[in-house]
C-alpha cells in the first residue's frame, strides 16, 4: 500500500477554490488526479465538484473538464472514451467520470447501467456525500437513515442504497469502495482501476462539514470513524473476487467489535433527532452487512 509521503508531487487540484472549509471532494480529488497523472479527461455534471472546479473563466483544476447535463454523466465519458479510441490515444488516456450520489445512483443510474452492461471503457467515480449538497442538502437514495435534510425534516426513514452492490451485479471488471478520509486507499484503487479496461467503478465516502454539521477540522476524524463503524467498508471486487483493503482489513482481521455506530452519529448534527430505538435499527444494518463483508473476504 502506498504511504501518504509517497504519493506524486505533482498537483492538479490547484490550492484555492470555491467548495466549503473541510470539503471532502477536494482531499479525494487530489488523490485521484495524482492517480492518474494528469492524463485524463472528465464528464462533471452539477454539483459540489463543479462548485469546486470553478465558474468560467477561472478553475482550480488543470485537467480537460466536461460539464456535462445531470443525467447524462456516463454516457458523455463513453462518447469521450469512444473519441480517445477513435484517435489512437485510449492507451495514454483515461475517461474519468466523476458525479455525486444523487447525480449517481438516482438521477444518472440508467446511463451509468448502460455503460456497464456494454462494458465502455472508463472510470465511473461517485463521491458520496450523502445527499443533494449543492442544492442545500435535500435527500438523496443513498442518504442514511436518520439523517435530517431539507427534505426529511425528521430524518430520513430508510436505510442507503447500495450502489458499489448494484454496480458490481453488472458484471464489471472493477468495483471499490473507498473514503477521502484515506487518500491513500483512494490512490491505490485509482492506479489499479486505471491498468484495466472496460467499466470501472468507484464509491468514495466525502465527509461534508455543511450537510452533516460538523466542524469543518473533523472532515478526516469523522471519515476515519465511519470505517471503525462500519458504516463505510473499504473493499474491492477484481475480476468478482471480493476483498477488504486498508482499515477493514485490519479490523476484520483483530476480530474486535467495531466501534459503536451510536458514536459516529453523536457527532453529528444532521442526526440529533435520532431516537434510541432508531439508532439500535442502523446498528443491526451495519452490523449485518459488516458481517456480510468479512464472510466474503475469508471465502475468497
Ligand atoms: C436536470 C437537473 N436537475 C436538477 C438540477 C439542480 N441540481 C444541481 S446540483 C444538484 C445536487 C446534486 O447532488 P449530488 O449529485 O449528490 O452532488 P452534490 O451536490 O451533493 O455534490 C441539483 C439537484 C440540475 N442542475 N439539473
Ligand atoms: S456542501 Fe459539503 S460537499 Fe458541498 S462543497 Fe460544501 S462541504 Fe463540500
Ligand atoms: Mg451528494
Redesign the pocket.
Same mark, same amino acid.
Given at each position: 500500500m502506498t504511504r501518504i509521503a509517497d504519493l506524486p508531487a505533482s498537483e492538479y487540484v490547484l490550492p484555492g477554490n470555491r467548495a466549503c472549509a473541510g470539503c471532502g #471532494?477536494g482531499i479525494g480529488l487530489r488523490a485521484i488526479t495524482k492517480a492518474l497523472d494528469g492524463r485524463v479527461v472528465m464528464t462533471v $455534471?452539477?454539483?459540489? *465538484? /463543479?462548485?469546486l472546479g470553478g465558474m468560467y473563466p477561472t478553475t482550480s483544476v488543470e485537467l480537460p473538464w466536461i460539464n456535462v447535463?445531470? $443525467?447524462s454523466t456516463a454516457a458523455a465519458a463513453a462518447g469521450a472514451a469512444a473519441g480517445l479510441r477513435a484517435m489512437g490515444k485510449a492507451d495514454d488516456m483515461t475517461v474519468l467520470a466523476m &458525479? %455525486?450520489?444523487?447525480? !449517481? %445512483?438516482? #438521477? %444518472?443510474i440508467q446511463a451509468l447501467s448502460g455503460a456497464a452492461e456494454r462494458n465502455d471503457d472508463f472510470i465511473y467515480l461517485c =463521491?458520496?456525500?450523502? &445527499? =443533494?449538497?449543492? /442544492?442545500g /442538502?435535500?435527500r438523496?437514495g *443513498?442518504t442514511p437513515q436518520g439523517a435530517r435534510t431539507t427534505t426529511t425534516w425528521s430524518g430520513k426513514h430508510e436505510n442507503p442504497k447500495d450502489l458499489p452492490r448494484i454496480m458490481e451485479a453488472h458484471g464489471i471488471p472493477y468495483v471499490a469502495s473507498t473514503s477521502a478520509a484515506y487518500p491513500t486507499d483512494v490512490y491505490d484503487k485509482v492506479v489499479k482501476a486505471r491498468g484495466i479496461h472496460g467499466l470501472r467503478y468507484i464509491h468514495m465516502n !466525502?465527509p461534508?462539514p455543511s450537510?452533516w454539521s460538523f466542524d469543518p477540522k473533523d472532515t478526516v476524524r469523522l471519515g476515519k470513524l465511519a470505517v471503525e463503524c462500519g458504516i463505510v467498508v473499504l473493499y474491492e471486487v477484481e475480476g468478482g473476487v471480493f476483498r477488504l483493503t486498508g482499515r477493514s482489513a485490519q479490523l476484520a482481521k483483530s476480530g474486535k467489535p467495531l466501534t459503536p455506530v451510536a458514536e459516529y452519529i453523536a457527532t453529528q448534527g444532521r442526526f440529533k433527532s435520532m431516537t434510541t430505538e432508531a439508532i439500535a435499527d442502523v446498528q443491526e444494518w451495519v452490523d449485518g452487512r459488516w458481517a456480510g463483508y468479512v464472510e466474503r473476504n475469508s471465502a475468497e
Open positions: #471532494i $455534471p452539477a454539483s459540489c *465538484l /463543479t462548485v447535463a445531470f $443525467p &458525479a %455525486g450520489d444523487g447525480g !449517481t %445512483g438516482d #438521477i %444518472g =463521491y458520496d456525500n450523502e &445527499a =443533494y449538497m449543492n /442544492t /442538502t435535500q438523496s *443513498l !466525502t461534508c450537510g
